[in-house]
């Protein structure tokens, strides 16, 4: 085989640039590509050509990529050279980066895999254990957390929330872009501190910053109100539906302590999450449950009931006036009831009332979040942010950010 296509094979399939195929062998399901240098011996410290101080040599193995459901490695010599000025030292090589066992081109190809699957799928069509993906996908990502920075650009309406992101109820702090549904930073905690790092992080971006919707986890109101005073609150209609769902949660369980255990396990059995559902989204079966919660137990019907009044005065297309006349009016009609989880709930909505009212100046959506939420979990499952949060997060930015943007090209 001439020296050109010797050359050009591992060029155009692999990447690697300067070294000439010598032979190959099958072991396994290795494929063993055997390489030579074609240029001289450099040192690897000062770049000075030294082929005739060889001192010794041992035999490196790369991984390369896959062909044909096969791990391909290169195998060379790499001597270490008397240099000069240096001492004893490697000689350069340029298949990969220093003593890492994978080459440089193929770092892109593992994230291009691990970008539509799992670290544990790709490890069976890379033909590598995965523990090796992770290690090669976690390195790779890291280069490329500038680009997902540099490509965040302007942000005009911001989605804060928070994210389990351990067993047992460790919460982290996501920032998406409500725009473009896609994820801008993610911290460890949801401290006030730690959102207000974010924003000096992508300050440029936010500069015209002029929505931000959230729950009311009050650090992260602080940190927006102190970095950026201009900028409207929101409470976004999903988070207001989770946040009254919980006092329903709380209100339900403080009844059903006052019930027979046959009671209790019905209600917990049936009505649960009857209970939790919009009425906008029932079925008939649904419609029916509810029939039957009317006649069998007035109390969480009532509730029901109460729930769905305070919701659907951000169905309509109510403005911020009448909106206030009805929810002050709710809030009046649950001070006179007994549900003492409601009255809280009730208490909170007054402490907020004027920035629950912005909404109606600014109806954002949290709705395409969802699909983030969704990834952020998926994540979670395979086991990604248990151990090692920086790489839970370049994950997030892998799937949800703008960390492969132009990288696919
Ligand atoms: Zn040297």
Not at 44 to 65: E, P
Not at 97 to 124: D, F, M, P, W
Not at 344 to 361: E, G, H, M, P, V
Not at 364 to 375: A, C, D, L, P, R
């Amino acid at each position: 085989m001439a020296q050109e296509l010797r050359s050009q094979i591992l060029e155009i399939l692999f990447g690697l640039q300067g070294y000439s195929l010598k032979g190959l062998e099958l072991i396994g399901k290795n494929i063993y590509l055997d390489v030579e240098n074609n240029g001289d011996h450099r040192c690897s410290v000062c770049n000075k050509t030294l082929n005739d101080s060889k001192y010794d040599s041992h035999i490196r193995v790369i991984y390369i990529g896959v062909v044909n459901k096969k791990a391909v490695f290169v195998r060379f010599k790499q001597y270490r050279l008397l240099c000069p000025d240096c001492g004893v030292k490697v000689e350069l090589q340029t298949i990969s980066e220093g003593k890492s066992r994978y080459s440089k081109s193929v770092g892109s190809l593992v994230i291009h895999y691990t970008q539509y699957t799992s670290c544990s799928e790709a490890s069976h069509l890379l033909g590598i254990p995965e523990r090796t993906v992770r290690e090669i996908d976690k390195n790779e990502l890291q280069k490329h957390e500038e680009n997902h920075i540099r490509n965040v650009l302007e942000v005009q309406q911001i989605g804060i929330d928070e994210i389990a992101h351990k067993k047992g109820h460790n919460y982290g702090t996501v920032v998406i872009n409500h725009l473009t549904s896609k994820v801008i930073w993610m911290s460890k905690d949801r401290t006030s501190e730690s959102l207000k790092e974010i924003y000096n992080k992508f300050g440029l971006s936010f500069e015209s910053l002029k929505v931000a919707s959230m729950d009311f986890w009050k650090p992260y109101f602080k940190a927006t109100q102190e970095t950026f005073p201009e900028v409207l609150i929101v409470y976004d209609l999903f988070h207001l539906a989770r946040i009254l769902n919980r006092y329903i949660e709380e209100e339900r369980r403080l009844y059903q302590k006052s019930l027979s255990d046959e009671e209790r396990k019905y209600i917990k059995k049936h009505t649960r999450w009857i209970l939790l559902r919009r009425r906008k989204n029932f079925k008939d079966y649904h419609e029916n449950r509810l029939q039957e919660l009317k006649e069998k137990n007035e109390r969480l019907y009532e509730m029901y009931l109460l729930k769905e009044d305070f919701l659907s005065i951000f169905d309509r297309n109510n403005d911020r006036k009448s909106a206030e006349e009805m929810i002050l009016e709710w809030i009046e009609n649950t001070k006179k009831t007994t549900f003492e989880a409601l009255k809280k709930f009730a208490r909170s909505i007054i402490a907020r009332l004027q920035t629950i009212l912005n909404w109606f100046d600014c109806p954002v959506s949290n709705g395409k979040s969802e699909g983030i939420n969704n990834v952020i979990k998926t994540l979670l499952r395979r086991g990604y942010g248990y151990k090692d949060f920086e790489y839970f997060r370049l994950k997030v930015l892998q799937k949800c950010g703008y960390l492969m943007v132009n990288l696919n090209e």
